[in-house]
């Protein structure tokens, strides 16, 4: 049996290397993005020079936009059939004093990173419930088991996905559906464009196995927790953080 994966968010960093990687270990894939058509192509063209036999279907969908996700959803079943495995990964970040966070900032950052796996979760799961199988991954962040200064809207719409899982993974569990939380640490991808080669340093000096962490690394988890034979594992966080928060 082939399966099928959809991944939101997935034109850059972790979304990028999750469909590079699912597209390896022999899953069809669809992904969505939002403002970047280059790097959407950029992806489906690395994933189809690579992985030829596979299937791979670019979106294009505001993750927080529930009429948006929904079509998404539709088009991904339509162009792949049936969905075993959906990765809520599409999220935006914000370093900002919480004082100096403006109502529209707060909205578009919770509309994004929770919202939008809310709606993605909620139009997959009939499918799911049918074929009394599935795989949800949410991507949350080490900010959002720990709270993070300069950080609070990001870290409080992190959380949230935390309860989400857990909740969901009670609520499924006897459909056959399994729900499980990444929470990554410091990982090197472009959303680190903003930071100097010092900070680099700095954190990677915090981090006890002393480096960041990589978006494959985290890709390789997703592969390892959507497998079949991970099936016992539910409702759990994931922390891949290099040691930085235990």
């Keep these: 049996m082939s399966y099928n994966v959809l991944i939101t968010g997935g034109s850059r960093g972790i979304g990028a ?12 894939v669809a992904f969505t993005w ?37 079509a998404a959803v539709s088009k991904a079943e339509y ?7 959906v990765v809520c990964n599409a999220g935006i970040a914000q370093q ?11 909205r578009r950052l919770m509309a994004v990173d929770l919202d939008g796996a809310f709606y993605a979760c909620r139009a997959v799961l009939p499918g799911m419930i049918r074929q009394k199988y599935g795989r949800i991954l949410l991507v949350s962040s080490m900010w959002g088991q720990t709270g993070g200064s300069c950080e609070v809207a990001y870290s409080a719409a992190k959380a949230g996905l935390i309860g989400l899982g857990k909740a969901l993974a009670k609520e499924e569990g006897p459909s056959g559906i399994t729900v499980n939380v990444i929470a990554p640490g410091v990982i090197d991808t472009d959303m680190m ?21 990589t978006a494959q690394e985290i890709a390789r988890t997703m592969v390892f927790l959507a497998d079949e034979q991970s099936g016992y594992i539910t409702g759990q966080v994931i922390g ?7």
């Excluded at 290397?17 to 069809?28: I, L, Q, S």
């Design 96 to 106: 900002k004093l919480f004082t100096d966070t403006t109502d529209e900032d707060w």
């Design 193 to 213: 464009a903003g930071f100097t080669a010092e900070d680099r340093a700095a954190l990677a000096e915090e981090t006890p196995v002393c480096r960041l962490g």
């Design 34 to 70: 939002h403002s970047s058509a280059s790097a959407a192509d950029a992806v489906v063209q690395d994933v189809r020079s690579a992985c030829p036999d596979r299937r791979v279907v670019s979106i294009q969908a505001d993750a927080g936009d529930a009429a948006q996700v929904r």
């Design 17 to 28: 290397a999750a469909v590079r990687e699912f597209a390896k270990a022999g899953y069809n």
């Design 240 to 246: 891949q953080n290099g040691g930085l928060v235990i």
């Design 79 to 85: 162009e792949l059939g049936s969905l075993q495995v």
